[in-house]
């Protein structure tokens, strides 16, 4: 590229160089390139398309091209309403995840939860989303990850949700965990590890998000035999539990609940995967 490129040269270029390894090679551009800018993607793509090339540029474009995600690079992902710091302590939310919220929304449009629960909370992407939802209620976001209560505590305060919002930590698969939580819940919140640890994964997953927010054994399945079981005494008798599972595991962790005595529905992300589990104790049991 020549000293004198425009932006407008430099995305198209980088495009084509990124189409081998990302699945959307353009946005990831345009993102990187806003970001060596400073200012945001629509401004950028407004106003900005004839300026000469920021130095930054190169560097983001890349690491990017090692296979690192986008929102590593910038430290920054949206999710729902929010837009989120990360950092590779925390896997990057998905808008699939967003499933999960718009589930929870639809399970408790009558009577919005007071207490809610987000196990393995990350970023804190899913209790602040929900947090952002419903102004009366209060939150637990647990994570077994110092590094990622940091990142958690950081977006609650940013988003305004830090008054609402404890963040403590804690491992289910420790004995007790539960103890430590102020329960019960009226909704509870999880995006657990699900994949199974020989799946195979595009390398700016497996490559650079944290394994312990990823793998769940040889059948993915490991964290949902602690979480479903655990339900039973941290939801309010009419508490909704809401997980995400992987696209496969409908059956596998429905049959799970209903062995603990839950109903359960399913309901699919925008691509019609099988995404989101909603839990609730069985009437008669
Ligand atoms: N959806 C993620 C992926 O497929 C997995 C997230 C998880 O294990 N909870 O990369």
């Not at 130095?55 to 474009?61: D, K, M, Q, S, V």
């Amino acid at each position: 590229m020549t000293a004198d490129a425009t932006i407008a040269d430099a995305l198209r270029m980088a495009a084509a160089d990124l189409s081998g390894i990302s699945e959307t090679p353009r946005l990831d551009a345009e993102l990187l390139m806003a970001d060596a800018l400073g200012i945001d993607r629509g401004s950028m793509l407004l106003m900005r398309m004839r300026d000469v090339v920021p130095a930054g540029f190169a560097p983001r474009l890349a690491r990017r091209l090692a296979h690192e995600p986008v929102a590593y690079i910038t430290g920054r992902q949206d999710f729902w309403t929010l837009s989120l710091a990360v950092s590779p302590a925390v896997l990057i939310p998905r808008a699939d995840s967003e499933t999960l919220i718009e589930a929870a929304l639809a399970a408790r449009a009558d009577t919005p939860p007071a207490r809610i629960l987000d196990l393995g909370t990350g970023s804190g992407a899913l209790l602040l989303a929900a947090l952002s939802e419903y102004p009366q209620a209060t939150g637990t976001g647990m994570d077994a990850s110092l590094a990622a209560l940091d990142i958690a505590r950081g977006n609650a305060a940013a988003t305004g949700l830090a008054d609402r919002a404890a963040l403590i930590r804690g491992d289910w698969r420790v004995d007790g965990w539960t103890a430590a939580l102020p329960g019960p819940f009226d909704l509870v919140l999880a995006n657990p590890p699900y994949v199974e640890t020989d799946a195979e994964l595009a390398p700016q997953v497996r490559g650079h998000e944290p394994h312990s927010a990823l793998f769940a054994g040889d059948d993915g399945l490991d964290d949902y035999r602690i979480l479903i079981p655990a339900l039973r005494a941290l939801l309010a008798p009419d508490g909704v539990a809401v997980f995400e599972i992987g696209t496969s595991q409908r059956e596998a962790v429905s049959a799970l609940a209903v062995a603990h005595k839950f109903d359960v529905e399913c309901r699919r992300d925008l691509a019609g995967h099988d995404r989101a589990l909603i839990l609730r104790r069985r009437a008669s049991a």
